[in-house]
């Protein structure tokens, strides 16, 4: 049973334009929620995170949106640039504690 | 620089051979984590360890080991490969219990 879940395995979309990542999970434990990026042939890198006690975190061109009620958080990246093609891959944990991941959405942005 | 390094980052083997994937980190973090990607299920945790001698099962621990011996370094042993072990295994560390991972560039395993 997935408790972290990205329902949408890719994304295309132009730059310049909006990309809008989802991801939905099941543990109302969870409290610590994390966006990393994965190029190919690389590891995973962390991007931005956002703690329960929050409903939106920025960071530039990347802010995060949580609904704790509806159990779902959001990646929004503004404006998507080529080189933002990339796996992304939602995280949650409980009390900080180990990361369950979501499987993953691949983004294309094209030029 | 401090970094996480895994080797081999590509190794074919052939079922029922043992496999062990070396991960070492220079950060001097407590905390270290084995995570294998397969298409479709994302990362899932294979074992971590919040530090020397200590070892904990994830969700997907069967057919695998680890042990921690050092702070540096986890390495993960594969008793007797499957083919279900095909895979892209990523270790990660991280200095206390909580905020972000670090990862290692990743190991390919092939199980013919």
């Known amino acids: ?111 | 620089d401090a970094e996480i390094t895994q080797s081999p980052r590509h190794k074919i083997t052939e079922t029922g051979r043992q496999v062990t994937l070396a991960c070492h980190q220079t950060w001097n973090h407590n905390n270290m984590f084995w995570y294998r990607q397969d298409l479709g299920h994302g990362l899932r945790l294979i074992h971590y360890s919040y530090g020397v001698h200590d070892t904990n099962k994830g969700e997907v621990s069967d057919g695998y080991s680890v042990s921690r011996s050092n702070t540096e370094d986890l390495p993960l042993t594969l008793e007797s490969a499957a083919s279900s072990q095909t895979s892209v295994y990523f270790c990660a560390s991280r200095q206390g219990r909580t905020g972000e991972l670090f990862f290692g560039e990743g190991s390919r395993l092939t199980v013919l």
């Open chain 1, 1 to 111: 049973d997935q408790q972290v879940k990205q329902n949408s395995p890719s994304l295309s979309v132009q730059e310049g334009r909006i990309s809008i990542l989802n991801c939905d999970y099941t543990n109302s434990m969870f409290d610590y929620f994390l966006w990393y990026k994965k190029y190919p042939a690389e590891g995973p890198t962390f991007l931005i995170s956002i703690s329960s006690i929050k409903d939106k975190n920025e960071d530039g061109r990347f802010t995060v949106f949580l609904n704790k009620s509806a159990k779902h958080l959001s990646l929004h990246i503004v404006p998507s640039q080529p080189g933002d093609s990339a796996v992304y891959f939602c995280a949650a944990s409980e009390s900080g504690n180990k990361l369950t991941f979501g499987g993953g959405t691949r983004v294309l942005v094209k030029p």
